[in-house]
């Protein structure tokens, strides 16, 4: 018990008690109208609770739809987070891992309480790395966020086949911002017998609440995974079918997903006008250097939370902003003036 009071364990967002601050430091999808996810919630509200959840093979065949992947390669679970931890605790356990930093702290944090010892490669300037420094690492186990939260890049497709076809070992892609990205590796991930990808309803389908995410993977890693591992009954009936009724309205979604885009392009303009270094991003989120220390506060005192992420490469006052609605990213924008002048 005192070992695991050591550990520091994933820092919540803060919450202040006033209700108007624009939320742009958790990356969910605020430009998705809460009307049209409370009209998701109504169609959800349709179970009946007294019964242990039964749609689980539904969403798949929806996922499977969607994905274009067999609906034996996936996986449903509580979060993508859940069947990270899952995966590692299970599939890693008394191994040795690798991954990349800056990246995803959650991954850590679970190595460190699962007692897998873990090397970190840097990313170097350009926000990437040489697949010799994973592959070469003598791990048994890697993982990678792509796009990585916190620096926003997708990693080239062709960097990522070098490590899956050059790794010796399980690799695990975390595509959790991949619907803001330029491709996926899902098609590796079903028919490779080393590669799990995750990926969550909580980014891109705005229902962060609900806790749903699913991986994907060979059928022999989803039978083990689904008979052995998996709770029987880890995510809600209600939640099941909220995501099934977000990707009913997928083609809506998608029209969003492409305004975030064209958003995240604006903001990038408009903090590089303003001679804010921001870092181009293929995620739902923008990383830049506000280049003193004060920015988080002031920006939390003009009524804006972003998250603070420190020293990246270089760069040792960043933070990363999540793209939201027009009307968002320019309260951001004028509130990052203000924080930003004198
Ligand atoms: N992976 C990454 C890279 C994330 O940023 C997050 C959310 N912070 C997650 C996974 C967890 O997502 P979920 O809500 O599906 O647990």
Aim: glycine share 8%; net charge neutral; with cysteine.
């Amino acid at each position: 018990m005192v070992e695991l009071s050591m550990l520091g364990g994933y820092t919540k967002p803060e919450r202040p008690e006033s209700k108007n601050m624009l939320r742009m430091d958790t990356n969910e999808n605020l430009a998705l109208p809460l009307d049209l996810i409370k009209e998701v919630m109504r169609e959800a509200l349709d179970v009946d609770p007294r019964l242990y959840p039964e749609q689980y093979d539904e969403l798949k065949v929806m996922i499977s739809r969607y994905a274009n992947v067999s609906k034996d390669s996936i996986v449903i679970g509580n979060g993508s987070d859940q069947l990270i931890d899952l995966a590692l605790s299970v599939f890693c356990k008394g191994r040795r891992g690798v991954t990349i930093r800056p990246t995803f702290t959650f991954y850590r944090d679970r190595c460190m309480l699962h007692g897998i010892g873990l090397d970190e490669v840097m990313l170097d300037d350009e926000f990437t790395f040489s697949s010799g420094s994973i592959n070469g690492s003598g791990a048994d186990v890697c993982y990678i966020c792509s796009p990585n939260n916190p620096t926003g890049n997708q990693f080239s497709r062709d960097l990522m086949m070098e490590v899956i076809e050059g790794f010796d070992g399980l690799i695990m892609v975390d595509e959790a911002y991949a619907e803001f990205a330029g491709y996926s590796l899902k098609d590796e991930a079903a028919k490779r017998d080393n590669l799990i990808l995750f990926r969550t309803f909580s980014k891109a389908f705005g229902l962060a609440g609900a806790r749903v995410g699913y991986a994907i993977a060979s059928r022999e890693i989803v039978d083990v995974f689904n008979r052995v591992v998996q709770y029987p009954y880890p995510v809600s009936s209600i939640s099941l079918r909220a995501a099934m009724a977000m990707l009913r309205r997928v083609e809506r979604v998608r029209r969003v997903i492409d305004g975030l885009k064209a958003e995240r392009r604006w903001l990038y303009e408009q903090m590089s006008s303003i001679g804010i270094k921001a870092f181009r991003s293929d995620a739902n989120f923008i990383l830049f250097d506000a280049r003193r220390d004060d920015v988080h506060a002031r920006l939390k005192e003009d009524g804006v939370l972003v998250r603070r992420i420190g020293q990246v490469g270089r760069y040792s006052t960043c933070l990363r902003v999540t793209v939201g609605s027009r009307e968002m990213n320019e309260g951001f924008i004028d509130s990052l003036k203000r924080a930003t002048s004198a």
